[in-house]
């Protein structure tokens, strides 16, 4: 595996079911983020871990819950959603705060 | 408040029409500022940073360049496989805070 992967890439689930989205860097950096992705809208920064240090929280809903076990893994944990979270997830990676980043495929959100 | 602001929303070229994508944004402190290219179904493809006023940098048929109030992303003779979406963020002194751009959607027609 190189570069950024994310798993699963689709995911439908209802609104009272618990699923986690699983994101995998292959680039030795020390920074990893997740981003929402909505049709016809900018992408949303929703969190930051730096060396596994949560350094923001970009006031998402606790609906939403991060893991960061080790600089390579980032997971997203998900509860109760809504409709209106439905979505691409992307996981992105950076060698530093203010380095480029780099993005995985994403994960096709759809909540019924 | 800081904003990003991307002209056109959309743009249709003929393979080898050159064009130009706008990035004008409002931000205090700007530690960068970067392009990316996302294709349909798949995440953003990094392709330039640039830091200051002035700064050029080109990459194949693309070439970003940025003022203090916009950056721009020229397109040369553009091919069918420059299609996508094309993204442009700006990065504060927060630590790897991006903020994203609505992006400019580029359909090159052969």
Known sequence: ?112 | EDQVTQSPEALRLQEGESSSLNCSYTVSGLRGLFWYRQDPGKGPEFLFTLYSAGEEKEKERLKATLTKKESFLHITAPKPEDSATYLCAVQRDSWGKLQFGAGTQVVVTP
Do not use: I
């Not at chain 1, 950024?4 to 009272?16: A, F, I, K, N, Y």
């Not at chain 1, 995998?24 to 997740?34: D, F, K, T």
């Not at chain 1, 923001?56 to 819950?65: G, I, L, M």
């Open chain 1, 1 to 112: 595996e190189t570069g950024v992967t994310q798993t699963p890439r689709h995911l439908v689930m209802g609104m009272t079911n618990k699923k986690s989205l699983k994101c995998e860097q292959h680039l030795g950096h020390n920074a990893m983020y997740w981003y929402k992705q909505s049709a016809k809208k900018p992408l949303e920064l929703m969190f930051v871990y730096n060396f596994k240090e949560q350094t923001e929280n970009n006031s998402v809903p606790s609906r939403f819950s991060p893991e960061c076990p080790n600089s390579s893994h980032l997971f997203l944990h998900l509860h109760t959603l809504q409709p209106e979270d439905s979505a691409l997830y992307l996981c992105a990676s950076s060698q530093g705060g203010r380095d480029e980043q780099f993005f995985g495929p994403g994960t096709r959100l759809t909540v019924l």
